[in-house]
């Protein structure tokens, strides 16, 4: 009975969200082609590990496609071994691309009425995510592998140690790089032959990361942020996520937000959703993760037409 709802909702729904394993909705009637028969405008989007070709089989997971997709092997000290990235990534890259798959989907149906049917991968995501690294292997044969927390290309673009921790710093042009040795009192540095520009400074990235640590142990890393940032140099101590979400609390940025359930009741806080809406009647309602069937009632009465 129930699997008789689900195909009812689908019938009615804008869009059809399914992660299972290719073939499994197909064998419960509730494939794109079923669905579509019933429901021509729909958006229906399938999430897969490997796509529904040679890797349909293949179980998704996100630790795995890190592995596979190269992803790993880009991550971690150069000496050490490949690391995974610290929260499940290609899954958050991979529903972000599928939410913007749809959106473009029911853009496109506003205006002829067309349904579509999509297909997003965990390895395709990735995959699409790693920039410049892939940029680097397509078009110049280069074969990218682990640098730590160094920049391929730019430097200083790396964790430089102060008196009791390290430091964060990013120079992506000369004109912060003169901007930080000004700070740090070696403005003659800007004028060093060896580090005149970025690809120069890349190439004497060991002499000029000895030079700067020089300097930057003098003092605490919290107190070389306030002094760099104030002269406009990219810079950020290393805290834990608590840390990160004061930061953006004392930037006005309201990082998280109270949650309710359909009842009322706090649940509460939550990391606020990035996009911040501009305009009365924007803003999402603050509701928190439903329960199981919370609101199952109400969607079976929808369907049985009270």
């Not at 921790?165 to 009192?185: I, S, Y």
């Not at 930061?247 to 009741?265: F, N």
Request: charged letters at 25%; glycine letters at 14%.
């Amino acid at each position: 009975h129930d699997l008789e709802r689900a195909k009812k909702l689908a019938a009615r729904a804008d869009v059809v969200i399914e992660n299972f394993l290719p073939g499994t909705m197909d064998r419960m009637g509730l494939g794109y082609e079923a669905v579509a028969r019933d429901n021509r405008s729909v958006v229906y989007a399938s999430i897969t590990g490997f796509g529904s070709g040679g890797g349909a089989e293949l179980g998704g997971y996100d630790f795995v496609v890190q592995a596979i997709g190269g992803l790993m092997h880009i991550t971690g000290d150069p000496d050490g071994d490949p690391a995974k990235v610290g929260v499940a990534v290609v899954d958050v890259l991979t529903g972000k691309d599928a939410t913007i798959g749809i959106l473009a989907a029911l853009r496109r149906r506003d205006a002829d009425g067309t349904g579509a049917r999509l297909e997003v991968s965990l390895l395709s995501s990735l995959q699409g995510a790693l920039a410049n690294q892939a940029a680097a292997h397509l078009g110049a044969g280069v074969e990218p592998t682990r640098l730590g927390n160094v920049h391929p290309s730019i430097a200083p673009y790396e964790l430089l140690r102060c008196a009791d921790g390290p430091l964060a710093v990013a120079c992506g042009n000369d004109r912060q790089f003169a901007k930080l040795v000004d700070a740090l009192g070696r403005p003659g540095l800007a004028d060093d032959e060896r580090f005149l520009t970025n690809s120069l400074r890349v190439a004497h990235r060991a002499e000029l990361r000895g030079v700067l640590e020089h300097e930057l142990t003098g003092d605490t890393a919290s107190a070389w942020q306030a002094i760099l940032s104030a002269a406009g140099v990219p810079t950020g101590e290393v805290g834990d996520i608590g840390a990160g979400l004061d930061y953006a609390e004392r930037l006005g940025l309201d990082p998280t937000i109270e949650v309710y359930d359909s009842r009322g009741a706090s649940h509460g806080r939550q990391v606020r959703h990035p996009v911040r809406w501009q305009g009365a009647g924007f803003e999402p309602p603050a509701l928190a993760p439903p329960r199981l069937d919370e609101h199952g009632d109400a969607v079976r009465a929808w369907l049985d037409g009270a």
